[in-house]
């Protein structure tokens, strides 16, 4: 064997082991903050709605579920959108957010004309179903918004609100939340079936 090849092959294992270390140090947590092992870590986002996202050190993975439930500051989400008159009026909020472009949404399955004015479609007709305020559209990063032009109007996120809030991280394709007055509120994070906004506004 030549001095060549076996620097080449020590580097080799060199770098299998350095990788093997990386992945042990790494730490995984499921949606409560506890600390869970790889394999389970990656069969709940194999088999149920997850998504893993940076955790809070360098390294560290975490679990979200896609479609989080909870109570917020309803108010503050109507007044930076203008729209303290339907919080008055007690109707809800139904939002939608684009967090920039990329894979899912530039697909040519969610790029179709006639897809796009058929759910937004949809959208209105639910928020006339359950008497909610104007839909809202939100955009983090406008590029590849131009599909939309003739069929809706997306205006960006005051401030970062609901990105900071509730769309954290840049789930695939877009996501949506819709909120009541009284602070309940439902969310799907990433790709949805339109349909979803009708179940979701059911259960507020």
């Not at 759910?119 to 590029?143: C, D, I, M, R, S």
Request: proline share 7%.
């Amino acid at each position: 064997m030549t001095r060549k090849i076996l620097f080449e092959r020590v580097g080799l294992v060199g770098l299998i082991f350095f990788l093997s270390i990386q992945l042990h140090a790494q730490s995984y947590f499921n949606e409560l903050g506890k600390r869970i092992t790889y394999a389970d870590y990656e069969q709940k986002i194999l088999s149920g709605p997850y998504f893993g996202v940076p955790g809070e050190k360098a390294g560290d993975q975490k679990l979200v579920h896609r479609m989080p439930t909870g109570l917020t500051n309803a108010r503050l989400f109507y007044e930076k959108l203008g729209m303290l008159a339907d919080f008055q009026a007690g109707r809800p909020l139904v939002v939608i957010f684009y967090p920039g472009k990329d894979e899912c949404n530039s697909a040519a399955s969610t790029s179709d004309p006639k897809l796009l004015r058929s759910n937004h479609q949809a959208v209105l007709k639910y928020a006339q179903k359950f008497e909610t305020a104007p839909p809202v559209y939100l955009y983090q990063q406008p590029h590849g918004l131009e599909k939309y032009a003739g069929i809706q109007t997306w205006i960006p996120d005051p401030e970062g609100v609901f990105a900071t809030h509730f769309f954290q991280f840049p789930y695939p394709c877009k996501s949506f939340v819709v909120i009541s007055p009284k602070g309940n509120y439902r969310a799907i994070l990433g790709e949805f079936p339109i349909s979803q906004i009708s179940v979701a506004l059911k259960k507020l």
